[in-house]
T-cell receptor
């Protein structure tokens, strides 16, 4: 089946690193994505990783993928107050229209 | 980069009326568009997928006669909520994907309130 799970809430101190975790069930996933949503807004693509990669780094963002365990994580280095938002992981299901299946979202709160 | 424009951003309508939401890809041809519904503090629920020129594919449990989707061109898809009721109040978000593009670009969402 298609299922993506995330922890719902994470609180970190400004300047620390944040790690948001995600697990998925569909082994046919081609790409996995991280999106950011600020209040009342649409989704902003942060980064994505192809399913045959283990790691991808983009400035403050590091994505780790453990395909065997179907585990994806997003690390945000030097977290800032502007990083406070909801972060969604999503998997692209191969076949058909390659629809995206989203996790429930992790609310990241950054405090001084 | 790829940009998707969604209108309106907010709409309030009376119960029993219909509301149309537009989703436009501004700088690429969207071969596939997706419509999502998001409940407060919840994830995005995929409602339907549409390809230009063909009928939309609805997810299980989504009423296709209530949520009409039209994808008449490679840059425009519309979602019409027919005979809206208060329980249809929600945040609706569209997403578009172009041929050869890896990512899915999202619109800014439409907050629908039915009174």
């Amino acid at each position: 089946g298609e299922d993506v799970e995330q922890s719902l809430f994470l609180s970190v101190r400004e300047g620390d690193s944040s790690v948001i975790n995600c697990t998925y069930t569909d082994s046919s996933s081609t790409y996995l994505y991280w999106y950011k949503q600020e209040p009342g807004a649409g989704l902003q693509l942060l980064t994505y990783i192809f399913s045959n990669m283990d790691m991808k780094q983009d400035q403050r963002l590091t994505v780790l993928l453990n395909k065997k365990d179907k585990h994806l994580s997003l690390r945000i280095a030097d977290t800032q107050t502007g990083d406070s938002a909801i972060y969604f992981c999503a998997e692209s299901i191969a076949g058909g229209y390659n629809k995206l299946i989203f996790g429930a979202g992790t609310r990241l709160a950054v405090h001084p | 980069g790829a940009v998707v424009s969604q209108h309106p951003s907010r709409v309030i309508c009376k119960s029993g009326t219909s509301v149309k939401i537009e989703c436009r890809s501004l700088d690429f041809q969207a071969t596939t568009m997706f419509w999502y519904r998001q409940f407060p503090k919840k994830s995005l629920m995929l409602m339907a997928t549409s390809n230009e020129g063909s009928k939309a594919t609805y997810e299980q449990g989504v009423e296709k006669d209530k949520f009409l989707i039209n994808h008449a061109s490679l840059t425009l898809s519309t979602l019409t909520v027919t005979s809206a009721h208060p329980e249809d109040s929600s945040f609706y978000i569209c997403s578009a994907r172009g041929l050869g593009l890896y990512g899915y670009t999202f619109g800014s969402g439409t907050r629908l309130t039915v009174v």
